[in-house]
């Protein structure tokens, strides 16, 4: 009870007392020094001669060391083992004539002994309603020994974030909402590190197609989940990020949930779709990214891959290349290989051919097609089989 009333005392003395903090000086160790739980610190003081009763004094739960009198003076803090991660004031204290005295505070930083794998954070998904709110982000981790602790202020942690114009983070993991719209806060130190989600204002979210999904065709019907507060849509589709040369369907009313969108590429590239929500009158955007089909590449299609053939003969189909005036296929024991047979033309007809001379020793087969195309003939897909036994 007295140590708990001595502390309270001496704590709130603290500030007043700063006008007389030249009587008082923590020489070592230097501010800003790091250490761990379990650690003995020692804490050199210089103390005036009119000063007495000297003590260290820490902020919780470093507590306070036995008071002693001289002028140069050393003691034994003791970082308790369930002291968290983070940064703790320290000051030397004691009496004269006049009342209490205290020094400028020094700062030891507690931290973990080594890296700690980033596990989580909470919240774990940051939603903010409106530009200017504030959030702290807390970072949850596994310690060397395999304890879970706070490591949101270990000085190994870093934070960024990935658009800071819809959102900022500072050193000790404060987010502020910028402006309305999604992006990611990056969470990280040298072993891990995590992406939260971060979103400032409800905005229109994409149902369908599913991310980074390999669209059917030219043609796609893309469908969304609507904001309570939203006032318009807009979709954008492009060749880059936030661009719309496939298309821009400008401002859509809110009970519009699908846009179909007829001109989109079939060159296997990537497509960016930005879905645009009008909030209060600001416009923010969710943005997307999708795979082109490739249907500038023949792929064969008959007889179905890895499947077995019937027989020595076998008529193989594929589909048209863009831009292809002439075919060739090839016929190995070797991926790319062509010592069986290679069957050559334009193949007026159709894109297909038949081969004769196939092994029916229940071998392997490699089958190939190339394209003539702008002079030049271009690999476009293999399929392997197995030879028939007769």
């Not at 700063?18 to 050199?44: A, D, E, H, R």
């Not at 942690?157 to 993991?173: C, F, K, L």
């Not at 490739?294 to 008529?315: E, Q, V, Y």
Request: proline residues 6%.
């Amino acid at each position: 009870m007295v140590y708990r009333v001595i502390t309270m005392v001496l704590a709130l003395a603290i500030a007043p007392c700063f006008s007389q903090s030249n009587l008082l000086q923590i020489t070592s160790p230097p501010s800003g020094t790091v250490v761990y739980p379990n650690q003995v610190v020692i804490v050199s003081v210089n103390a005036d001669p009119s000063v007495s009763n000297v003590a260290i004094l820490g902020d919780d739960p470093l507590g306070f060391s036995q008071s002693t009198n001289g002028q140069q003076l050393q003691f034994q803090l003791t970082i308790p083992a369930d002291a968290a991660i983070g940064a703790y004031n320290v000051h030397a204290v004691g009496t004269t004539a006049n009342g209490l005295a205290a020094s400028q505070p020094i700062s030891l930083q507690v931290d973990a002994q080594g890296p700690a794998r980033i596990t989580g954070t909470q919240p774990s998904v940051l939603i903010m309603s409106a530009a200017g709110e504030i959030t702290p982000l807390h970072v949850m981790g596994t310690l060397p020994d395999g304890s879970q602790a706070d490591i949101t202020h270990s000085l190994q942690m870093s934070y960024s974030s990935e658009n800071p114009q819809i959102a900022t983070v500072d050193s000790n993991g404060i987010v502020r909402a910028v402006m309305l719209g999604s992006t990611h806060i990056i969470v990280s130190n040298p072993t891990s590190s995590l992406y939260v989600s971060t979103e400032v204002g409800q905005l229109a979210t994409m149902s369908f197609p599913g991310l980074a999904e390999i669209l059917p065709g030219a043609s796609y019907n893309f469908r969304w989940i609507g904001a309570n507060e939203a006032t318009a849509y807009r979709i954008q589709a492009g060749s880059t990020q936030g661009g719309n040369n496939y298309y821009d369907s400008g401002s859509l009313p809110t009970t519009t949930l699908s846009q179909t969108i007829n001109t989109l590429p079939v060159d296997g590239s990537t497509i960016y779709v930005t879905l645009w929500t009008q909030i209060n009158n600001q416009w923010a955007n969710n943005q997307y990214y999708y795979t082109a089909p490739n249907l500038n590449i023949s792929n064969i299609t008959s007889p179905p891959k890895g499947s077995t053939l019937s027989g020595a003969s076998a008529t193989f189909t594929w589909t048209a290349a863009r831009g292809a005036t002439a075919y060739k296929l090839w016929v190995g024991s070797t991926p790319g290989g062509h010592d069986i047979d290679i069957a050559t033309g334009s193949y007026p007809d159709g894109v297909q051919t038949a081969v004769h001379n196939l092994p029916t020793n229940g071998q392997v087969l490699y089958v190939s097609v190339y394209a003539f195309i702008n002079g030049t003939w271009v690999a476009q897909d293999t399929a392997v089989y197995k030879a028939a036994t007769v």
